[in-house]
């Protein structure tokens, strides 16, 4: 990739929280093994379930309306449900040139651009298919940022520590050290804009962020409600909070609000969000029933409206009403359906849409070949989704093998990631 731009902004939780299709319901249990209503697209009734460790687990919606329990620590769903929205946790991220996966045995795989240590695998080489981040057994979720300071990635771990390695502390980290002064973090997001910065959901709901320094997390964004939480950088982001609204914090493009990252915020005015994604100018939010709404710069096609009008406000995404999950990055966004297509808009430059071809897309347009994804992340200019077998596959940008298929080529449509 010639030209600098900033890192994808990628969402992964400890166990299925913020991913979960969920508007209602709170953002953890109070009372282990318990279970809470929520509402599913559509609005057909799910429930969300608590495993011992009080931790919420997934909503998973069937077609009868039901709800499934599943132990997320686990994977484990019901083996007699239809289940249409297979929420696990956020096992995939994507950085600049790297991506790293949440193995269900708790280890950490990772490929890619490792310059600055990123894989975790105590070396500095590039890898064009997986290798194993070393001394880590308990993860549960993976975050990852890649800005023009270099590669990194935090693991979030069972007992809600975080492991981060890559480009901190001003050079190279090649294996995980526990982030000081966190020990309560049920979810965490990675975004970066000329220096790595990530976020953390606490058990208070509250929003605690760090930056490449590796200093102890600081409260941010005054909520304490929130379930959801995406990051670009240190000049903007995006929380979902349980009521199902969306407050967005800095850059311009998200009028009215002025300033910086600390500075105002303005809620989105969507009040039935159940997930939210952020471009590099640009954001997007799933709605309860299905359908997408974006808004910001809109000069790609990312807003996917079928225009190339900026808009203020949230738009409808075209075509699309049957969305349960989300992501983007630099300029591109996809959302997988609930019957396991993905269709993406936006940017096509290195293949990203994974149409087969090059050519910006103002709209939906599916992607090839992939009809069973349970789930989905994007890096800076390249997809990854896990299949219904539970292989991943990944398109677009493969300069320094982030795509796992062993080359170093721009694929235009989905990949095996190596075993």
Do not use: K
Not at 70 to 88: K, N
Not at 177 to 206: E, H, K, T, V, W
Not at 229 to 237: D, I, K, N
């Amino acid at each position: 990739m010639n030209r600098a731009r900033p890192t994808n902004v990628t969402f992964v939780s400890m166990l299925g929280l913020a991913l979960s299709a969920c508007s209602q319901g709170p953002a953890h249990c109070s009372t282990p093994d318990s279970s809470a209503a929520c509402t599913c697209p559509g609005g057909s009734t799910g429930v969300q379930t608590c495993g011992a460790g009080g931790a919420q687990g997934a909503c998973e919606c069937r077609a009868d309306g039901g709800g499934v329990f599943r132990d997320t620590t686990l994977g484990v769903i019901d083996p007699d449900a239809t289940v249409i929205d297979v929420r696990r946790p956020g096992t995939l991220a994507g950085g600049f040139g790297h991506t790293c996966e949440a193995v269900p045995d708790g280890t950490v795989r990772c490929w890619g651009s490792n310059f600055y240590g990123a894989l975790g695998d105590g070396t500095r080489r590039d890898q064009l298919g997986p290798v194993v981040a070393v001394g880590l057994s308990d993860a549960v979720g993976i975050a990852a940022a890649g800005p023009d300071t270099g590669d990194s990635s935090c693991a979030l771990r069972a007992n809600g520590t975080v492991a981060c390695w890559g480009a901190w502390i001003g050079s190279p980290v090649t294996s995980p050290r526990i982030l000081p002064g966190l020990d309560d973090a049920i979810a965490i997001a990675g975004g970066g804009s000329g220096g790595n910065f990530f976020c953390s959901i606490r058990a208070s709901g509250q929003v605690a962020c760090w930056t490449e320094w590796l200093a102890a997390p600081t409260l941010r964004f005054g909520v304490s409600d929130a379930v959801e939480v995406v990051v670009r950088g240190s000049s903007l982001a995006c929380v979902r909070r349980a009521v199902g609204a969306v407050r967005c914090f800095g850059g311009t493009f998200l009028q009215p609000v002025p300033g910086t990252f600390t500075g105002s915020d303005a809620e989105s005015g969507v009040t039935d969000a159940v997930g939210v994604a952020v471009t590099a100018n640009g954001a997007c939010v799933l709605r309860a029933t299905g359908a997408v709404h974006c808004w910001g710069v809109n000069d790609l096609g990312q807003l996917g409206d079928g225009t190339t009008v900026s808009r203020a406000t949230p738009a409808a995404v075209v075509g699309l009403d049957d969305a349960v999950d989300l992501a983007a990055g630099f300029g591109h966004v996809c959302a997988r359906r609930a019957g396991g297509a993905i269709v993406c808009w936006g940017l096509n430059d290195f293949g990203q849409i994974g149409d087969g071809t090059n050519t910006n897309r103002l709209a939906p347009t599916p992607v090839v070949g992939l009809v069973d994804a349970i789930d989905l992340a994007a890096g800076e200019g390249h997809t990854c989704a896990h299949r219904a077998d539970g292989s991943a596959v990944c398109w677009g940008y493969n300069e320094y093998g982030g795509l796992g298929d062993g080359t170093r080529t721009n694929q235009f449509t989905p990949v095996p990631v190596l075993p």
